[in-house]
């Protein structure tokens, strides 16, 4: 549905070139949800401008739907563009028109007749849970209900693509929340292609079938979600998943060294990753029985899912004479599991983790 080929974006300035861009090559599939997350400045918001070409390449092809936009005049542009919704972080409602209005805004912009208007805006605003607002100005809505009606209105041309840059930053916990659960709803029911560009890794990990990691201009990581929360590649992306999954010790353990070799008193200490049908099953329960003299001891855990495929991650420690270690660990190689050694930790005392 669109695609970026060798995609470069240079702003001139008086103290020399800023390169924003540099050489994206991005592919995203009709009717998915695909998410860019970056950090601020890394060119996240200048790479969906080029998308609907509200910034234009300095060199590269975008196309959408199978036309090179890079290549349309002004006129052809504005016709495409009907095909490409965007809402954004701050709304760019106008205050003086009603909800029902500001909906309306495109169609009318497009010359479209009063009557097909009508029949246009109203189920809109039924998808959106505003059916009720129609006649009340921005000023008198909450955040949430400004965002609906900024969806509203980006869906009002039938696009065949949604772009959301930072569209629910400014929103509070609860209310992205619904926003998101929303902007899935929409992408099933009228099988929409979603571009979302975020900062937050839990918008990624609650809407987003894909994901690509932008820093400095570049792609720094592409995937799926599963794929990258489950085994991120790159430090920027585990910089961003670790704001979810904290990899940090337990705080029994924080702040000791780590030994790649056995010291006294110290638990080798084992991160356990389980995906899928993996999450239901009892391996380090047979490992137990399958090295009864490794001792074992769990140190943390949680179950999260994404995308509706559980997701497990684990912390245990072992134990006992090294052969039955290795042993323990030869088992759960042959897992269904991700396995990482950490290394040989010592437990601090109590007095010590104040």
Same mark, same amino acid.
């Given at each position: 549905m669109i695609k970026l080929m060798g995609l470069e974006k240079i702003y001139r300035t008086a103290n020399g070139d800023v390169p924003a861009l540099k050489g994206i090559d991005l592919h995203i599939e009709r009717g998915e949800i695909f998410g860019i997350i970056g950090l601020s400045g890394a060119g996240k918001s200048t790479l969906i401008r080029c998308i609907n070409m509200l910034e234009r390449p300095t060199a590269g092809s975008v196309l959408v739907d199978g036309k090179e936009l890079t290549t349309m005049n002004d006129a052809e542009l504005r016709d495409m563009r009907k095909q490409i919704g965007m809402i954004f972080q701050h709304f760019n409602l106008l205050s003086s028109a009603t909800v029902y209005d500001n909906t309306a805004f495109p169609l009318r912009l497009a010359g479209v007749p009063e009557n097909q208007i009508k029949a246009k805006v109203e189920p809109l605003l039924n $998808? @959106? +849970? $505003?059916?009720?607002? &129609?006649?009340q100005y921005p000023a008198q809505l909450s955040g949430g209900q400004k965002q609906r009606v900024g969806i509203a209105r980006a869906l009002a041309s039938d696009p065949k693509v949604l772009l959301c840059d930072e569209a629910t930053s400014a929103l509070d916990p609860q209310t992205t929340k619904s926003i998101l659960e929303l902007i899935r709803d929409i992408n099933r029911k009228l099988s929409l292609t979603v571009v979302v560009i975020t900062h937050e890794m839990q918008v990624i990990k609650d809407i987003c079938d894909k994901v &690509? @990691?932008?820093s400095d201009g570049v792609i720094a990581e592409e995937g799926s979600v599963v794929? @990258?929360?489950t085994n991120p590649q790159q430090p920027i992306t585990k910089e961003f998943i670790s704001v979810l999954l904290s990899n940090e010790l337990p705080i029994a353990f924080r702040g000791n060294a780590i030994s790649t070799f056995a010291t006294? +008193?110290? $638990?080798l200490l084992l991160r356990l990753i389980f995906i899928g049908e993996s999450a239901d099953d009892p391996a380090l329960a047979r490992m137990i029985r399958a090295v009864p003299t490794v001792e074992c001891t769990m140190l943390f855990g949680n179950l999260d899912q994404i995308h509706g495929i559980p997701f497990g991650r684990m912390i245990v420690g072992l134990s006992g004479a090294q052969a039955s270690i290795d042993m323990a660990i030869d088992f759960l190689k042959h897992q269904d599991l991700k396995l990482e050694v950490i290394g040989y930790v010592a437990r601090r005392a109590p007095e010590e983790r104040m």
């Open positions: $998808l @959106v +849970g $505003l059916s009720d607002k &129609a006649g &690509a @990691v932008i794929d @990258v929360f006294p +008193g110290a $638990l």
